[in-house]
């Protein structure tokens, strides 16, 4: 069955870096824009980045831009989110998403979070 499994959450303090992971499984990973989301207490789900495939092209919230890395591994069915510069307002539950278009068919898939604390 389809597995999105986040990993690499955790407390952080402001100024600093982590390295969130999403390891996949269960649909063939290298044909899936794939991206991340976050969910801050109290506010709505929004876009962090996306990259696409087989091109690699990403995207990035206006916010995020510059502190924030997207990127994948094809031959691991893996996707990262390197983040740099961290502030209190990034705490959030971050998520990993697949997105493809099969034969007319929009199919996605979410995992299910990953916590990253920004605070001293």
């Known amino acids: 069955q389809v597995q999105l499994v986040e990993s690499g959450g955790g407390l952080v303090q402001p100024g600093g870096s982590t390295r969130l992971s999403c390891a996949a499984s269960?649909?063939?990973?290298?044909?899936?824009?794939m991206s991340w989301y976050r969910q801050a207490p109290g506010k709505e789900r929004e876009l962090v980045a996306t990259?696409?495939?087989?091109?690699?092209?990403?995207n990035y919230a206006d916010s995020m831009k510059g502190r924030f890395t997207i990127s994948r591994d094809n031959a691991k069915n893996t996707v990262y989110l390197q983040m740099n510069s961290l502030k209190p307002e990034d705490t959030a539950v971050y998520y990993c998403?697949?997105?493809?278009?099969?034969?007319?068919?929009?199919?996605?898939?979410w995992g299910q979070g990953t916590q990253v604390t920004v605070s001293s």
């Open positions: 990259i696409t495939s087989p091109g690699g092209s990403t």
């Open positions: 998403h697949a997105e493809a278009i099969k034969m007319g068919r929009l199919l996605n898939y």
């Open positions: 269960g649909f063939t990973f290298s044909t899936y824009a």
